[in-house]
Structure formats: C-alpha cells, structure tokens
C-alpha cells in the first residue's frame, strides 16, 4: 500500500472518530469526561477527605498502680486508682478490677456491666463515635486510609461525644493498654472516610466486615477507578 493511501485511511479513521464522539456524550464523572455527571443509584461508597480520626479505648484497672481515690458510683462509695479514674474521665467508660465497669459523663460515675455507647448499647470494636449532626446514626462508614486492620474494617456510627465536632470520628479499640496502643496508630486530620449510600441517603444497618486485602499504599487515581467508590472534598 502505498504512503499516499496510508494517509488518506488515516484521515478517514479520524474522521469517522471525530462523528462518533460529537454523537456520543461521555459521562461527566469519568476522568476524561466533558458530559452531565451520572448519579450511581445502587448502594456504593460516597467518600470525603480531610476527616481528623483519633481512637478511643476502654482502660482496665488492673493495668495500674498507684495512690488510690474515692468516688461515688450510684450513690455508692467505691475505691479506684487515681491513675484509672484518670483515664475513665478521658475515655467515658473503664472495667474496674471486679469484672464490671464504671463510667463518667458530666461528672458523675455510674456503673454498667458493660461499656456503653451514647445510644444505650454495648461498645464494641467496630465503633465509631461522631457528631449525629454530620453522620447520621448508624450510618456505615469506612476510613481507607487508615493503618491495616482498620482500613478495611466496616464502621458503625453509634457513639458520641463533647469533642467529636464535625469531621472527627473517633476510633474504639478495645479493651486495656493493647487497645491504648493502638489508639496512637491512626491520628491524623486528612484522612479519608466513606459512607455506605443506600438510595441516596447514608445505609444506617450492620453489615459484615470487608474482606479485600490491604492495598500496598493509598493509590487515589486506582481507588477513583474502582465503581462503587465516590471522591470529593
């Protein structure tokens, strides 16, 4: 085939594309798109940066030593570390050396056989406290930039607290000074958190815990091209 020939093919196939793309829309969230966005209308993950995640745990008494402190626990005079009580204040709830467990909210202690989230049921890992005011309760959440396990695990918004404000959701890690540890691995306030969407509003259900393997480093434009995943600020 001679060159001439080569150059008119060519300049028919351009022609040909040029047709197609002025007839066919591509959709606007696609990276290269000029179109109308596409709403996803099955569930999916809608996520949004710069969150501050912090962690919380629950500490256990005999985890300390120390001068000793009383206090009133429902009407109840009851003895404790100081050290401990410390930590309680911070953390909301602490299992205490008998078995049980003591909280502290607005100055007062209480006690529970378990530990306690702001609606009334028992902490758990999986978690998370947030202010209702920008999760809905019970909304499903991940947080993909987190260190391995947490950022494949699936979160339930079911607590609060005074200093969750806005973008922060706070952590629980479990029980004693492993727990405590843990919480010091995940600080950080760029951090990315995804809420399960349900038709059009945030799924609040229990789901199981997500079973994709840890990605070697947060690769955006790779998590940007993965459908169900949806990015902004």
Not at 166 to 188: I, M, N, P, S, W
Request: charged fraction near 15%; include cysteine; hydrophobic fraction near 35%.
């Amino acid at each position: 085939m001679s060159k001439r020939r080569i150059a008119y093919l060519v300049a028919f196939v351009v022609i040909l594309g040029a047709i197609f793309l002025a007839e066919v829309r591509l959709p606007g969230n696609l990276p290269f798109g000029g179109g109308a966005s596409t709403s996803v209308t099955g569930p999916h993950e809608s996520c949004t940066s710069r969150w501050n995640v912090t962690g919380y745990f629950t500490p256990v008494e005999t985890d300390y030593t120390g001068p000793a402190q009383t206090v009133t626990v429902n009407g109840t005079a009851r003895s404790f570390y100081s050290s401990f009580l410390e930590d309680v204040q911070v953390e909301g709830w602490g299992q205490t050396k008998e078995g049980n467990y003591i909280g502290y909210e607005n100055g007062q202690y209480s006690a529970s056989q378990a530990p306690l989230n702001s609606l009334g049921g028992s902490l758990k890992i999986g978690d998370v406290a947030v202010d209702f005011s920008v999760i809905q309760a019970g909304t499903i959440l991940t947080i993909p930039t987190l260190p391995s396990p947490w950022n494949t695990t699936r979160f339930t918004a079911d607590d609060s607290g005074v200093g969750i404000v806005g973008k922060h959701v706070d952590v629980y890690t479990g029980l004693g000074a492993t727990a405590k540890q843990e919480t010091f691995r995940f600080v950080g306030d760029n951090q990315f958190v995804c809420q399960l969407v349900v038709g059009g509003a945030a799924a609040a259900f229990a789901i199981a815990p997500m079973t994709t393997p840890e990605p070697p480093g947060l690769d955006l434009p790779r998590l940007r091209e993965t459908s169900p995943l949806q990015f902004r600020s």
